[in-house]
């Protein structure tokens, strides 16, 4: 809107330009050449690879937040602090492989469902599972992106893509690896007050 009796009429740009509608400038798995020093063939196996960790890291990721919030039994305060921590180094993970696939040239996987199409981790019920079993669950789902992510980090290696198997090694196997063993510790059978 304008004051239409000032000589310096004064132009509300404030108003928002919601609704506004128009075409994808990218197409999923669709690359865009890069000056990375990459070939393309390179780049677009890494980006494939990549997103299928991506898939499979959000869903760990939110399995994490899923037994944070349903676990229960004389464990629970510990399990829902380490649930939670879990849960923001995995979803530190999600954005660091997002990042490494856009600065391949690709589009990184986003939405749910997206993500719910993508993942090879099974899918756990609505309902709240004993504790020993979330654990498993999760120990299940880290082995499952561990396998991906060594054999991805080889193939990244194998087309030059040495950033590519860095972050794999550096970031996604190390964090998964560490997880794994806290985790795993949780379902060693040991006296708690008097050893045998």
Same mark, same amino acid.
């Given at each position: 809107?304008?004051?239409?009796?000032?000589?310096?009429?004064?132009?509300d740009? @404030?108003?928002?330009?919601? !609704?506004? #509608?128009?075409? #994808?400038?990218?197409?999923?798995?669709?690359?865009?050449?890069?000056?990375? @020093?990459?070939? #393309?063939?390179?780049?677009? !196996?890494?980006?494939?690879?990549?997103?299928?960790?991506?898939?499979? $890291?959000?869903?760990?990721?939110?399995?994490? &937040? &899923? +037994?944070?919030? !349903?676990? @229960?039994?004389?464990?629970?305060?510990?399990?829902?602090?380490?649930?939670?921590? +879990?849960?923001e180094e995995?979803?530190?993970?999600?954005?660091?492989?997002?990042?490494?696939?856009? $600065?391949?040239?690709?589009?990184?996987?986003?939405?749910?469902?997206?993500?719910?199409?993508?993942?090879?981790?099974?899918?756990?019920?609505?309902?709240? #599972?004993?504790?020993?079993? !979330?654990?498993?669950?999760?120990?299940?789902?880290?082995?499952?992106v561990?396998?991906? @992510?060594?054999a991805?980090?080889?193939?990244?290696?194998?087309?030059?893509?040495?950033?590519?198997?860095?972050?794999?090694?550096?970031?996604?196997?190390? $964090?998964?690896?560490?997880?794994?063993?806290?985790?795993?510790?949780?379902?060693?059978?040991?006296?708690?007050?008097?050893?045998?």
């Amino acid at each position: 809107m304008s004051k239409s009796n000032n000589r310096n009429a004064v132009v509300d740009r @404030a108003v928002p330009l919601d !609704q506004q #509608e128009g075409h #994808e400038i990218q197409a999923y798995g669709h690359l865009v050449r890069l000056p990375n @020093a990459l070939s #393309e063939k390179g780049c677009a !196996q890494s980006v494939d690879n990549l997103n299928q960790i991506l898939a499979d $890291t959000n869903t760990l990721r939110d399995l994490y &937040k &899923k +037994h944070h919030w !349903q676990n @229960a039994g004389p464990t629970f305060y510990q399990l829902h602090l380490l649930f939670d921590k +879990h849960y923001e180094e995995q979803n530190d993970l999600v954005d660091t492989i997002a990042e490494r696939i856009q $600065t391949l040239g690709g589009i990184s996987i986003a939405m749910a469902p997206d993500v719910a199409d993508a993942t090879i981790i099974p899918r756990p019920p609505k309902g709240r #599972e004993e504790t020993p079993v !979330q654990i498993s669950r999760l120990l299940h789902a880290h082995e499952l992106v561990l396998r991906e @992510a060594h054999a991805m980090a080889r193939q990244a290696a194998e087309v030059g893509d040495d950033g590519t198997n860095d972050m794999l090694i550096s970031d996604v196997i190390r $964090t998964n690896e560490k997880q794994v063993w806290f985790l795993a510790e949780h379902l060693v059978d040991v006296p708690l007050v008097r050893a045998d």
